[in-house]
């Protein structure tokens, strides 16, 4: 049985490591009940989760990544006060820090649809249209996953980026949605493995910081429209 309610939880700022364990926890979870239902021959309804958070400064590597894109050491790793984790997300490196939503989808396809690259696109939807309400057109850089403002010509710059996990139709990691994001801590790397194209955030495009809570009310309602969610907030 289909089950399109999704249990909406805000962390608010929290260390990348302890975010890490509570997804890994909650996927954990879902996918145990799903290998129930497989093994008991039963149909209980499996949970869906969407966690907002922001984290401390943070650089992380996924599967695909070359560690070469990063482009500090452990003194100066140090020195801009961020941590670094190679983890198990699709991707290459990328960056996590205050004024940045983080946004986990946790959730089992089998209650939506089972098809990775429309999970995806429709992720990357869901940026586009809140990008929209606020004046600024996106779109999407052929090739490649996540959100892109003037994609067509030599100004292509990325807001928001995505790496995902995905075992059993069950997901984890999700994408970073540049609104408030300083920017700086993007020259440390070579983002996405991307050596040629600039990053950008809202309040750069925009000329001005932005309330931070009211793009996430936004955005959850673009996710939850998008992909026919029902979303109860915790």
Known sequence: M????????????????????????????????????????????????????????????GKSGKPEN??????GLEEKAASYYKINRGGDITYHGPGQIVGYPIIDLDNFFT???????????????????????????????GVWLDADNENARKICAMGVRCSRWVTMHGF????????????????????????????????????????KAVLKGEIAKLFSMEIINQ
């Open 176 to 215: 970073a949605f540049n609104v408030n994001t300083d920017l700086g801590y993007f020259k440390n790397i070579v983002p996405c493995g991307i050596d040629d194209k600039d990053v950008t955030s809202m309040a750069r495009e925009l000329g001005h910081s932005l309330d931070i809570e009211e793009v």
């Open 70 to 75: 990063l482009l500090l050491d452990g003194k």
């Open 115 to 145: 098809d990775i690259h429309l999970y995806l696109r429709t992720l990357e939807e869901a940026v586009i249209q809140t990008l929209a309400s606020y004046g600024i057109p996106a779109g999407r850089f052929p090739g490649y996953t």
């Open 2 to 61: 289909k089950n399109n309610r999704v249990n909406f939880h805000d962390w608010g700022l929290v260390d990348y490591q302890e975010a890490w364990d509570r997804q890994e926890s909650l996927f954990s979870e879902i996918v145990a009940l799903k290998t129930a239902n497989r093994d008991n021959q039963t149909t209980t309804p499996t949970h869906n989760h969407l966690v907002f958070v922001e984290h401390p400064h943070v650089y992380t590597l």
